[in-house]
């Protein structure tokens, strides 16, 4: 029995790829799981996959950006659930494109789901950890944040992220919450898999190209970050705060 067991979570972007492989780890390790997505329906597939494990689960619309949207889905989850005292801030959207193709839709809307998301989000369900003394927020954040041609807007909300995650490490702390951030490299996943379609190659020959650049010779699947995702949750990781760890197959910083 994990040493989370009865406490309640909530993972944005959830409905699938990444997002649902963490919702699902989190409910194998005994917490009870909010799967947030802009769409409700689209995430009863996942609570029903925890459901039929034993676990507890909730389908929550929300839309990241919008702060009335946030503040109702928290609310919610509260009330039908039981305070929320860990974050999974991984909701996303890409928007690639060189810089002077990029329009400012292009640009807002990446900036929207990723930085203000993750702000809106970590601001509402703070105040259950603040009072519960104990929380862990964990943001998604990824190695293009060290830059990666076609995504100016991208990059530069990821590398936000990090900063945004030492700076609540260090606003947070003095109340048990410990905030971390995790940087994926290439993951297969449906987002992945649109960027092969997108430059003409197949997926397979995506990810051989990609595999070939990494030093362990795979490439990454959604299960790797939620194991990350289950250790920076634990209470064997109380002592770990503000730090950004790649989990992408070799060395990135």
């Known amino acids: 029995m994990s040493n989370t067991n009865g406490r309640i979570a909530i993972v944005t972007g959830a409905a699938r790829g990444i997002g649902a492989a963490i919702a699902q780890r989190l409910a194998a390790d005994g917490l009870a799981v909010a799967v947030l997505d802009l769409d409700e329906a689209s995430s009863k597939s996942v609570v029903d996959v925890i459901e039929s494990a034993g676990g507890r689960a909730l389908p929550v619309g929300v839309d990241v950006s919008d702060a009335a949207s946030v503040d109702a889905a928290v609310t919610r989850v509260a009330e039908e659930l039981g305070d929320p005292t860990v974050l999974v801030n991984n909701a996303g959207v890409t928007r690639d494109n060189l810089l002077f193709k990029m329009s400012d839709e292009d640009w807002d809307s990446v900036m929207n789901v990723h930085l203000r998301g993750s702000f809106l989000m970590s601001r509402a369900v703070q105040r259950y950890m603040t009072a ?69 190659v197949t997926f397979e020959e995506f ?18 970050i939620a194991h990350t995702v289950s250790f920076f949750v634990s209470e064997g990781a109380a002592f770990v705060s503000g730090q950004v760890i790649y989990v992408a197959g070799g060395p990135r910083a």
């Open 207 to 224: 990810k051989a190209a990609a595999a070939a650049q990494i030093p362990v010779g795979r490439t990454g699947k959604p299960e790797d």
């Open 132 to 200: 519960h003394k104990w929380g862990r927020i964990v943001n998604l954040s990824s190695t293009s944040a060290l830059g990666n041609r076609g995504q100016a807007n991208y990059s530069a909300a990821k590398a936000g992220i990090q900063g945004f995650t030492k700076t609540l490490a260090i606003e947070l702390g003095k109340f048990g919450v410990t905030v971390n951030a995790i940087a994926p490299g290439f993951i297969e996943t449906e987002m992945t898999a649109a960027t092969a379609e997108r430059v003409g």
